[in-house]
């Protein structure tokens, strides 16, 4: 894995939780109660990325307010068969994420695993919140939607 120098940008999508799904799993919220408890959280993305070493900078757009509020501190983006063998970084998975990384829920229903794993050690909201056009992506056009996965950015 080699050093990342740039950002991240990832929706929380709290309005799209699928059925059945715990709320928690979108909500900035509780991922910083986990992360001030615990000392880190892994948030999980379905779609496939490269795997990336930090620290570097992250940024997670708010669907509910259409606005990016959060920045964070990432340690490394990992993919789940990584994070599989690695079983002391397991507490940093919250219970309300667990299917994700698991494939299934508590009571056996099934789950699509999620592929991809970021490590954030830091949650922080953002003084005056930021439209996601702010944002640009790596070949310097505006960030201009997202859904279900992370975009590579330019740090702030």
Known sequence: ??????AILWPANLNEAGPGMPREEADVEENLKFLRKMGAVYWDSAAKRKELKGPFDGYIYTTVSGDVEWKCKV???????????MKDEHQFIPLFRKQCFDGY????????PSSTWIKISKIEKLRTPREIGHFEKLDGSPVKKLRGGFVYIRPL
Request: proline share 4%; aromatic share 16%; net charge neutral.
């Open 75 to 85: 340690e490394w983006v990992i993919s789940r068969d990584k994070l599989k063998k």
């Open 105 to 112: 829920f508590s009571d056996g229903r099934e789950h699509y």
């Open 1 to 6: 894995m080699e050093p990342y120098t740039n």
